[in-house]
Each structure stands twice: as C-alpha cells, then as structure tokens.
C-alpha cells in the first residue's frame, strides 16, 4: 500500500453494496504464513463458502467460527517461522510474529463508507504452479474464476499471469476495480478474504509501524479500537505470496 499525504488511497462502497473484509495481516505487515498452512486454510474457506447457493444471511454463524479456525491454522506457522529466524533475520517474519494477535480482523462495510483500496497484481510466472496461489477466486460463483485473470485479460496486452510491473491502466488491480466489476455482474454482497501482503511503501520501519496501527484504529483494512476492558484471562502465508 502506497502512503499519499500521510494517508492511504481509499474509496467508498458504492450505493447497495456491502463488503465484509477478512485481513489475515494487519496494516504493514507481509504474510509468510507456509504454502501447506495456506492450502489447508484455503480448503477450509472453500468447504464452508464455496456454494453458488450460499445466502447471505448464512454468513455471520458461518464465518465466526471459520475465522477461528484460520487463526489456529495460522498458529502451526509460528513455529516454523521462529526457526527460520535462528538461521537467518528476515524481517517480514519478525513483523509477522509481532503482530500475530491482530491478524484475522473481521470489518464490515457499509455503502457509502470508506476502505483502503488496495493494490492487487502479480509478476510473470506467479500464478502457474497451483490452481489458487496469486489468484483472487470468486469460490461461490459457478466455476470458480480467478477474477484477477479474468479482469486483466480483457486489457490490451495483458496475459494471464503477468500483474504486478504494470500499471492500474494495464496489469494491477486495484479493490475498487474489483468492486466495480462484480457490480457489474449484479453483486451486491462481497466476503472477501485477503491473505496477501499489506506492506506500506514509504516511510521507516517505526513510522510504518505508527501508521499502520492507526489505520487498524479507524477501521481501515484491520479491526476497530477496541475499548480497554478487565482483563479475563488468557486469549488471544508462507513464501511471501499475493491472493
């Protein structure tokens, strides 16, 4: 994500719309979570909404607990993770473990707010070795199709898996791109589970940190504030890759 004027590009959910936004990472953070936990949690997305005949009123019972059980998947990384960084200091899994507890942030968007948009593209050859890896796949729609695919190929000069060199006027997609285009289609319900990178372009590491938890404060591609409450007790992708 780019940083303009000390904020980020954002624009609003169109009129009619909604969309319901799973950020596996928080703001400034890149997801190494392994490819074996990214299969199993991607299985596990497409087990409980991947019908063509899902309603959304089933939403809310079904995605708290599948919310839960990516986290727990997401959990079996964190040792892998810890002994990479004995061998070597990487500092995206650094980022990754500090802020484990703020992954999985659940937001709801309601027409006429405002979310991030953000960037979404792939380089040449990334997309080619799994079915699902560098995809954003519309798991309910019938077939299943990649939108990122489907989109880009409309442009001129584009090919399936060339993204992320290129420009917004060729290559890369940005959110409110997507929307417009499943719009388009007659949606109006949008669930979307975002298990890419959620980098910040510019600025140090310690002020990418600040904002970033800003943007997670104003609700923004993360949680909402959460008010200090009585402690009770205890509780709480892989090769870098884009989805």
Partial sequence: MSIENDDVPTFIV???MRIIKVSAVTPGVCNVTTG??????NDSIHKVFGSPELKYEEIGSKLTPLVQSLKRIESDT???IRSQLKKEE???MRNMLRYTDKGFKVVQYESGKPIINKEFGRSDGEGLESVEDYKI?????VGQPDLHSLIVSERPGATMTRGSTKSEGDFLLRLSTIVTFLRGMGVKNILLFDFSCSELSEGSERDKRSF???LTKKGLNGGLKRR???KR????RRTTRKY
């Fill in 137 to 141: 796949t519309a798991i309910n729609a």
């Fill in 78 to 80: 964190i040792p892998t």
């Fill in 36 to 41: 074996e936990e990214m299969k199993i949690a």
């Fill in 233 to 236: 007790g205890g509780k709480k």
């Fill in 212 to 214: 970033g938890r800003n």
């Fill in 90 to 92: 990487d500092l995206d």
């Fill in 14 to 16: 169109p009129e009619g």
């Fill in 228 to 230: 200090r409450r009585t």
